[in-house]
């Protein structure tokens, strides 16, 4: 028997369920309890927030108000997420640099600035943007051959370049061309008053120095005040308007122009060292001294400012404690491992001329063998040195060879 099967025609349409207000009521509760859990949650059970978006004008902001200090916090923020960022090492280099002016203590910035071109260097060895700012940082790190050399190879390739043309001049003017120095800064004012306007005040002030380097003082003054309007609150160029204020016998601008760093940055220990120099040059015995002693306050590790306050003392006659300050400056250059070569000898020398005019024979002459002892085979263009016997009216002693 055959079986037949036929399709059924029935259809079964399942019966659709009127949603009421309580499954609605149990997704709010839920979402809520959700909500208070996440709220009351440790930070490490939360999603992580994007970071926010570094930007670098705020540092932009902090050099053209002269806070280099923030500017180079704010650049090296960013110089860690983007290290081949030219903007951003660019301006961490220029904030190091004129930061490295500003004080006595800072000449390590310079070497940092350095360091940080040449890691770019290593980089991006065929950029000419990253060669002009390595030799730039050359010539800051006194360097002036090689950094000629890279600066030459940058302009070459983008004649534009502003730290390449910086360096230049630089370097030109440090091996003594001062003519082809000059030449290279006037052709920097013109490339930062066209293109490049951040490099202005830059450019004024190597155009001071090249004129400044021939002699061109007034032209010099010129340049800087340039400068200074464009960036007011830069110590380099005060210091350097100071010194060419002197050279032309101003005593006046420079003391203002020293006081004008004071004004902006009061700890300034560098202006007050200079201020201490200018007014012993004038005479001014009381005021040196206050100044000098202000040295020696703010930065008693430093041995400029002790040998400045006991050059002081011993010129106004009072060797006491001028022998006290100048052999505070003697320890501490010892101290500090200072080359030889590099170690002011007036350290030991007027130490030596205040013992001997108080009578101090002992420490005369321990001050004369220590000086010995420590010249001991090294050529140095100043010398110290008495007869066999000794110092005259001392005690003969054998000095140490």
């Known amino acids: 028997m055959r079986i037949r099967r036929y399709p059924s025609s029935l259809t079964f349409r399942p019966r659709r369920r009127r949603a009421g207000c309580l499954p609605w009521a149990l997704l709010l509760g839920l979402m809520l309890g959700v909500g208070a859990l996440l709220r009351d949650a440790p930070p490490w059970l939360l999603p992580a927030a994007p970071p926010p978006a570094l930007s670098l004008q705020p540092a932009l902001n902090a050099f053209a108000a002269g806070d280099f200090a923030t500017a180079i916090d704010l650049a090296y923020q960013l110089y860690d997420v983007q290290p081949d960022n030219l903007a951003v090492v660019t301006l961490l280099v220029r904030a190091l640099v004129y930061h490295s002016y500003s004080d006595y203590n800072l000449g390590r910035e310079r070497r940092t600035a350095l360091e940080l071109t040449t890691e770019t260097m290593q980089r991006l060895p065929f950029n000419a943007e990253a060669t002009g700012l390595h030799a730039f940082a050359l010539q800051a790190n006194a360097t002036p051959i090689e950094a000629g050399r890279l600066a030459l190879r940058a302009i070459d390739k983008v004649p534009l370049n502003m730290p390449a043309r910086l360096a230049l001049s630089l370097s030109y003017g440090s091996q003594g061309i001062f003519e082809a120095a000059l030449r290279e800064a006037n052709r920097a004012v013109e490339i930062a008053q066209s293109t490049a306007p951040a490099w202005l005040m830059d450019a004024y002030r190597v155009q001071a120095i090249a004129l400044g380097d021939l002699g061109r003082y007034q032209e010099a003054i010129s340049a800087l005040k340039q400068a200074i309007a464009v960036h007011r609150t830069v110590p380099a160029l005060y210091f350097e308007r100071a010194l060419y204020a002197l050279q032309i016998g101003d005593s006046d601008a420079a003391t203002a122009a020293y006081f004008r760093v004071v004004a902006f940055d009061p700890d300034n220990v560098k202006a007050r060292l200079r201020l201490c120099e200018l007014s012993s040059t004038m005479r001014e015995r009381e005021a040196a001294r206050r100044y000098c002693q202000e040295v020696t306050t703010l930065a008693p590790e430093w041995p400029d400012g002790w040998y400045a306050?006991?050059?002081?003392?011993?010129?106004?006659?009072?060797?006491?404690?001028?022998?006290?300050?100048?052999?505070?400056?003697?320890?501490?250059?010892?101290?500090?491992?200072?080359?030889?070569?590099?170690?002011?000898?007036?350290?030991?020398?007027?130490?030596?001329?205040?013992?001997?005019?108080?009578?101090?024979?002992?420490?005369?002459?321990?001050?004369?063998?220590?000086?010995?002892?420590?010249?001991?085979g090294r050529s140095l263009p100043q010398t110290w040195v008495y007869p066999p016997e000794g110092p005259p009216g001392c005690v003969s002693a054998t000095p140490a060879s």
């Open 309 to 376: 306050l006991g050059r002081e003392y011993f010129l106004s006659g009072d060797f006491a404690p001028a022998q006290q300050a100048l052999h505070r400056c003697a320890t501490l250059q010892v101290l500090q491992n200072v080359p030889v070569e590099q170690r002011r000898f007036e350290c030991w020398y007027i130490q030596g001329q205040a013992a001997e005019i108080l009578g101090d024979c002992p420490a005369l002459l321990a001050t004369y063998n220590e000086f010995l002892t420590m010249t001991a």
